[in-house]
């Protein structure tokens, strides 16, 4: 996101009319689509699916909540709440 100076961008009736709202500060004007999803963009969330699955898959085969947590360098909380969230 990137910051611009209201005086450069909105014309004078405008940024009166805006300052009785808000006479000072920072305002956010989300994007006309909305937000993107995250990980959407840069495909983060498509591959922790993909690692979360093979997860629960080594789990299903056998392995043990403490050896994958050691072998993928998580906590078992974190390997406990992806098998969870496979197991619904």
Do not use: C, T
């Not at 999803?37 to 789990?59: D, F, H, M, P, T």
């Amino acid at each position: 996101m990137k910051y611009e100076n209201a005086d450069h961008i909105f014309p004078k009736e405008l940024l009166q009319e805006i300052r009785q709202y808000m006479p000072e500060g920072y305002v956010y004007i989300s994007p006309q689509n909305g937000r993107k999803e995250w990980g959407s963009v840069s495909g983060q969330k498509e591959e922790l699916g993909k690692r979360n699955a093979q997860i629960y898959e080594e789990y299903q085969s056998g392995k043990s909540i403490a050896v994958i947590s050691k072998e993928r360098y998580l906590s078992k909380g974190s390997i406990y709440r992806i098998v969870k969230q496979f197991s619904k």
